[in-house]
């Protein structure tokens, strides 16, 4: 079959950004693998990111052009709005076209998608197998169900993402993009690329479970080391890779994986420095495995702090406390990781003095880089329903599913002054600007080679 994959993530950035930034820049690891596995039965694939469209003219163009026998998208909530219109207009422009949906959104609220008349089947769950499936059951002309169950592939036994797939659509459409996926930080320099070393979370936090349990199965489901690492091999090989991210939910959780990995990473050469997920928690369980992490090119972790208020810590059932938030940001310090602070503003039950606990962490922790949210209800997690069950969700759009902090999103929140909290939050004390200047200072001058450099400069000077 002629399969056009349509990624329509343009509620961020909108159309014609390629390479601004996380939202624009990063690559969409559930189509990527996808498409290797149509593409490894047999199946013609080509994609079409509206990211790098100049607006929905130039889709209909670009549709128009490639006239594919089955489009399929993949949905998370907040694309919603954009991914029902590129099946109104696929739908348009030929009929006869087969329009399929997967995606997070498509599989936690199946319910809404199902009597659109422009939706042909709705994947859910893990699409590996079904959707190759599907489509070799389209080309020898048998019946697909409306609803396709997913299953749990073997992560070993399905190809590597195809990485190649939306940097080789960005220059087609034009963009001189140099690095595969958008480098963030400054300890991160391009060629940049994202992996997925896994699937699955065995935590139980209330603003996401049990969605991701629904999506991925009770099990976390690692991939061999081995096969991470040919991954990396090729894409070392194809783009030279500098830096590169997991994007692992909560990659540390294994330990023994986590330790088998970086001994691997190290013994086959590589020296890149990475950021991944972790928790609070393990992070100060498990001072041994960061620091072989630091040894081997950790350069940053995201941590989901999420409140310095231990009451609404157990309120969202993190399973962290404010006292192990602190202790996990002294120990990334003491090896030299930068902090990536993940936190919500606005939560469910929260009073205006437990905002004022997660500030006050947040100034002792002193992040390297800060990212707050203002609390979003999402659809299939605990707290959504207590959301719903308490008349509290103020969302009426599908786009506010962002994760934008500038909007109001429940009620009983003072908005007004969160705002001032969110700017508040953000602030730097002075002392943490001078300890940021001196380390600053100190890593820039205090490397053997650089102090001989010196040394050389000013003795030469002085003959
Ligand atoms: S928020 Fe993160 S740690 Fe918590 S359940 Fe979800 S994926 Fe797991």
């Given at each position: 079959?002629?399969?056009?994959?349509?990624?329509?993530?343009?509620?961020?950035?909108?159309?014609?950004?390629?390479?601004?930034?996380?939202?624009?820049?990063?690559?969409?690891?559930?189509?990527?693998?996808?498409?290797?596995?149509?593409?490894?039965?047999?199946?013609?694939?080509?994609?079409?990111?509206?990211?790098?469209?100049?607006?929905?003219?130039?889709?209909?163009?670009?549709?128009?052009?490639?006239?594919?026998?089955?489009?399929?998208?993949?949905?998370?909530?907040?694309?919603?709005?954009?991914?029902?219109?590129?099946?109104?207009?696929?739908?348009?422009?030929?009929?006869?076209?087969?329009?399929?949906?997967?995606?997070?959104?498509?599989?936690?609220?199946?319910?809404?998608?199902?009597?659109?008349?422009?939706?042909?089947?709705?994947?859910?769950?893990?699409?590996?197998?079904?959707?190759?499936?599907?489509?070799?059951?389209?080309?020898?002309?048998?019946?697909?169900?409306?609803?396709?169950?997913?299953?749990?592939?073997?992560?070993?036994?399905?190809?590597?993402?195809?990485?190649?797939?939306?940097?080789?659509?960005?220059?087609?459409?034009?963009?001189?993009?140099?690095?595969?996926?958008?480098?963030?930080?400054?300890?991160?320099?391009?060629?940049?690329?994202?992996?997925?070393?896994?699937?699955?979370?065995?935590?139980?936090?209330?603003?996401?479970?049990?969605?991701?349990?629904?999506?991925?199965?009770?099990?976390?489901?690692?991939?061999?080391?081995?096969?991470?690492?040919?991954?990396?091999?090729?894409?070392?090989?194809?783009?030279?890779?500098?830096?590169?991210?997991?994007?692992?939910?909560?990659?540390?959780?294994?330990?023994?994986?986590?330790?088998?990995?970086?001994?691997?990473?190290?013994?086959?050469?590589?020296?890149?420095?990475?950021?991944?997920?972790?928790?609070?928690?393990?992070?100060?369980?498990?001072?041994?495995?960061?620091?072989l992490m630091a040894q081997v090119g950790l350069k940053g972790y995201f941590?989901?702090?999420?409140?310095?208020?231990?009451?609404?810590?157990?309120?969202?059932?993190?399973?962290?406390?404010?006292?192990?938030?602190?202790?996990?940001?002294?120990?990334?310090?003491?090896?030299?990781?930068?902090?990536?602070?993940?936190?919500?503003?606005?939560?469910?039950?929260?009073?205006?003095?437990?905002?004022?606990?997660?500030?006050?962490?947040?100034?002792?922790?002193?992040?390297?880089?800060?990212?707050?949210?203002?609390?979003?209800?999402?659809?299939?997690?605990?707290?959504?329903?207590?959301?719903?069950?308490?008349?509290?969700?103020?969302?009426?759009?599908?786009?506010?599913?962002?994760?934008?902090?500038?909007?109001?999103?429940?009620?009983?929140?003072?908005?007004?002054?969160?705002?001032?909290?969110?700017?508040?939050?953000?602030?730097?004390?002075?002392?943490?600007?001078?300890?940021?200047?001196?380390?600053?200072?100190?890593?820039?001058?205090?490397?053997?080679?650089?102090?001989?450099?010196?040394?050389?400069?000013?003795?030469?000077?002085?003959?």
């Open positions: 079959m002629r399969v056009c994959l349509i990624y329509p993530g343009i509620v961020g950035k909108g159309f014609d950004s390629i390479g601004q930034g996380m939202d624009s820049g990063w690559i969409s690891h559930g189509l990527a693998i996808l498409a290797a596995c149509a593409r490894q039965a047999g199946h013609e694939v080509s994609l079409i990111d509206l990211r790098a469209m100049k607006g929905w003219e130039h889709f209909q163009r670009d549709l128009a052009d490639r006239h594919p026998e089955v489009v399929a998208l993949t949905i998370m909530s907040a694309d919603y709005n954009p991914a029902m219109h590129c099946l109104e207009i696929t739908r348009a422009f030929d009929p006869k076209i087969i329009t399929m949906v997967g995606g997070a959104h498509a599989t936690i609220m199946p319910q809404e998608l199902e009597s659109n008349p422009n939706i042909d089947h709705i994947f859910l769950g893990e699409a590996e197998n079904t959707f190759p499936d599907a489509l070799n059951k389209l080309a020898r002309g048998e019946a697909v169900p409306r609803i396709v169950p997913g299953d749990h592939p073997d992560l070993n036994s399905i190809p590597y993402a195809d990485h190649a797939l939306f940097i080789d659509e960005w220059r087609a459409q034009g963009y001189a993009v140099t690095s595969p996926e958008a480098p963030f930080a400054e300890e991160l320099p391009p060629p940049f690329v994202t992996i997925i070393a896994g699937r699955g979370c065995m935590y139980n936090c209330s603003y996401c479970q049990p969605a991701e349990r629904h999506i991925f199965g009770r099990k976390v489901r690692m991939r061999s080391v081995g096969n991470v690492m040919g991954e990396l091999e090729e894409l070392r090989d194809r783009f030279h890779f500098a830096s590169l991210m997991f994007h692992d939910d909560c990659l540390t959780e294994d330990r023994e994986w986590v330790i088998e990995f970086c001994r691997a990473y190290r013994a086959a050469g590589f020296t890149q420095p990475f950021f991944c997920q972790s928790r609070a928690d393990i992070i100060v369980k498990n001072e041994d495995m960061v620091a941590i989901g702090f999420e409140s310095g208020s231990d009451r609404v810590l157990r309120f969202i059932r993190k399973g962290t406390k404010r006292a192990q938030n602190l202790k996990a940001a002294e120990i990334c310090r003491k090896y030299g990781i930068a902090i990536w602070a993940n936190y919500m503003l606005g939560l469910p039950t929260e009073t205006k003095d437990e905002v004022l606990e997660t500030i006050s962490m947040l100034k002792k922790i002193d992040p390297d880089y800060y990212s707050p949210a203002f609390y979003t209800p999402h659809p299939g997690s605990d707290l959504y329903d207590y959301c719903i069950a308490n008349d509290l969700s103020l969302i009426k759009d599908h786009d506010s599913y962002r994760r934008n902090p500038d909007e109001a999103k429940i009620r009983g929140v003072d908005y007004e002054w969160l705002a001032w909290a969110l700017a508040e939050s953000q602030k730097r004390t002075p002392l943490n600007r001078l300890q940021r200047g001196v380390r600053k200072t100190w890593k820039r001058y205090a490397q053997p080679k650089k102090i001989a450099r010196k040394l050389r400069q000013l003795f030469g000077a002085q003959q």
